[in-house]
């Protein structure tokens, strides 16, 4: 199964549907969904990464801090994500956790940002996974 | 869904099931038409179902679905069994309305208008992840966050009286920002004094028509013509961050409010989380009022650069249209503190009530109803009929009508200023995309809000204005 994302209908927000043959990729997909809201990421270089882990009672949490993170790197970081990977997904005492990987560059002058996403909702949110595929589907707040 | 109409302009769901109110809205049959297309009412339904509710769960006449609460959403609730939830108070906190009202006439100003946006476009940091143009230390930024506009003002941004024309005078009492974690804290550093960007607008504004000139006059609004400024935005990332934050923790808190919906995650008011959340939303609301106060210095000094002067360039009023509040309301009767959530509304007081200020409290307090890009805006004035109906609210704008991605699909960002230009509109923008995003036609009428609100008798129409010079982020 190849791996993507696709938009759906909502009034005042945005939502989407990304898929992949693993959960991991599938959250990849989510962070391309939401990163095309903000910025062309096919302009932008990638000279730094940042590496960050979470853990929460569920994969709807991993999810929503794994995007989050993408808003607080540019507002309090001025760092402008170009890709977002998912390094290692896990579980210790039934508490899922995520390492996660964010390269991209700083905000100059010359770059465009076209979108402002406010926040990642549960609004919505599901995540499906089966042995052969996983769908997530995020609100996220405009 | 057995909707019933029980006025000319309301509409009743009774309570049934787990609803411990009924739903009431205020609404048109148009309006209607519209709100039957997403989620509103189910929303607006689950909210009758939260412990501690009051008469009914409201929704005005601009109201669409949200996050949890719809868009539109009064709520208020009892102080020993009612529940704070940051989904009724909305992620852009205090997300409000100022007006400045000005002795200029639309001639005086055209001349001038395109070196005033200009001058604006710099001093007004605008657009998504736009720094300010100070940055305070992370110390300063909780003082912002307890002492609101009166830390602006204290700071050289703007005049004294200015705060005696903000809702809670700029200072929301309660905040406290030993509970803001450190990433908000971080996101708001940076964007003190920036207007963001979305739905975010400055516009010099004239006045087209006045309705009440007797409110008008008590409210600086003279003449057809006057110029005015308005200006909209909020809490920026510091405001969204404790949303997301308090979602965070009622989340991971051991639940035992039953819930119809995961959106409506709330907290007991008396309960640890609760007063921490109402505490950080405060301190949310506060940074917001600094934000609008630092931004009408700018305004007024790029005005004195251009016109020689900021004389007269008086605050009109300063609303916040996403917040928690408490405050008193007659039930059955009897005298009653409630916690009153409002989200995509605005507060309506009429003559009388001590939060209105005392310049206004014979008649009531202004409402701000900002338009759609390009489109007019109206001010209204509050009522008592409202604290009646409506625990004191009306509407807050024209609400969506389709999704961002739809209207970037339909219009085109070039085409909107065209047309924009040709009604003698000039326009500043920080991207094409966000032009075609935002355009009238992506937007509920906001007439038709504004009507039934003066109908209800939840506002009275004031004045209408109409946009000369927009600046969107």
Same mark, same amino acid.
């Given at each position: 199964m190849e791996r993507g994302y696709e938009f759906l209908k909502h009034t005042a927000d945005a939502k989407f549907r990304a898929w992949g043959p693993t959960l991991e990729e599938a959250f990849e997909e989510a962070a391309s969904a939401m990163l095309s809201l903000m910025w062309d990421v096919r302009i932008l270089s990638r000279t730094r990464t940042v590496e960050k882990e979470f853990e929460g009672k569920d994969h709807h949490q991993l999810l929503l801090q794994f995007l989050e993170e993408i808003l607080y790197l540019l507002d309090a970081r001025s760092f402008l994500v170009v890709q977002a990977q998912v390094v290692e997904m896990g579980e210790t005492k039934g508490r899922p956790w995520l390492r996660s990987r964010y390269s991209g560059m700083m905000k100059n %002058?010359?770059? !465009?940002?076209?979108g402002e996403v406010k926040a990642v909702t549960y609004s919505e949110m599901d995540i499906h996974l089966d042995d052969a595929k996983a769908v997530v589907q995020v609100v996220v707040d405009l | 869904m057995e909707l019933k109409r029980i006025s000319d302009t309301a509409w009743e769901i009774p309570a049934q099931g787990e609803m411990k109110v009924p739903v009431v809205l205020f609404s048109s049959p148009s309006l209607l038409d519209t709100i039957r297309q997403d989620k509103t009412l189910t929303q607006a339904r689950n909210v009758a179902c939260?412990? &501690?509710?009051? $008469?009914a769960s409201y929704v005005m006449p601009d109201g669409h679905q949200g996050y949890g609460f719809p868009i539109g959403g009064v709520a208020a609730f009892d102080r020993k069994e009612g529940i704070l939830s940051p989904g009724g108070v909305g992620y852009d906190i205090n997300c409000g309305v100022r007006l400045l009202r000005t002795d200029w006439k639309a001639k005086d100003i055209l001349p001038h208008l395109d070196s005033l946006l200009t001058g604006i476009f710099q001093e007004v940091p605008a657009g998504v992840g736009k720094s300010g143009l100070t940055r305070v230390k992370a110390g300063v930024l909780k003082d912002v966050c307890v002492r609101g506009a009166e830390w602006a003002v204290e700071n &050289?941004? =703007?005049?004294?009286? %200015?705060l005696l024309k903000t809702e809670e005078d700029g200072r929301m009492p =309660?905040?406290?920002?030993?509970?803001?974690t450190q990433r908000s804290i971080e996101r708001g550093i940076p964007q003190l004094g920036t207007l963001g960007a979305g739905n975010h607008f400055l516009e010099i504004q004239k006045v !087209? $028509?006045?309705?009440?000139s007797a409110a008008a006059s008590v409210f &600086?609004? $003279?003449?057809? %013509?006057q110029v005015v400024v308005m200006i909209h935005c909020g809490s920026r990332g510091l405001g969204h961050q404790v949303a997301s934050d308090y979602i965070r923790q009622m989340e991971n808190a051991k639940q035992s409010i039953p819930l119809p919906d995961r959106e409506l995650i709330c907290a007991p008011i008396h309960s640890e989380l609760g007063r921490r959340y109402f505490k950080s939303m405060a301190a949310a609301v506060n940074f917001a009022f600094a934000n609008r106060q630092m931004i009408t210095h700018r305004v007024r000094t790029v005005f004195e650069k251009n016109m020689g002067t900021s004389d007269g360039m008086n605050l009109v009023y300063d609303v916040c249209h996403n917040v928690a509040k408490f405050e008193t309301h007659e039930i059955d009767g009897e005298s009653r503190s409630l916690c009153v959530h409002r989200k995509g509304a605005t507060r309506s007081f009429g003559p009388g009530r001590d939060e209105v200020p005392e310049a206004y409290r014979s008649i009531g307090q202004p409402v701000l109803i900002p338009g759609s890009m390009g489109t007019a805006s109206y001010i209204l004035v509050g009522t008592e009929k409202a604290e009646s109906l409506s625990f004191g609210s009306t509407a807050h704008g024209a609400g969506r009508l389709m999704s961002r991605h739809e209207a970037a699909r339909r219009f085109r960002g070039e085409e909107v200023k065209k047309e924009m230009e040709a009604r003698g509109i000039s326009l500043r923008f920080t991207g094409w995309k966000g032009v075609a995003e935002e355009a009238a036609g992506a937007y509920k009428d906001v007439e038709e809000v504004v009507d039934v609100s003066h109908r209800a008798g939840l506002g009275r129409l004031v004045a209408r204005v109409e946009p000369i010079g927009v600046m969107k982020g």
């Open positions: %002058d010359e770059t !465009v940002v076209h | 939260l412990p &501690g509710i009051i $008469r &050289g941004y =703007g005049w004294e009286e %200015d =309660g905040a406290d920002s030993a509970f803001l !087209v $028509r006045i309705y009440d &600086g609004i $003279r003449e057809v %013509d």
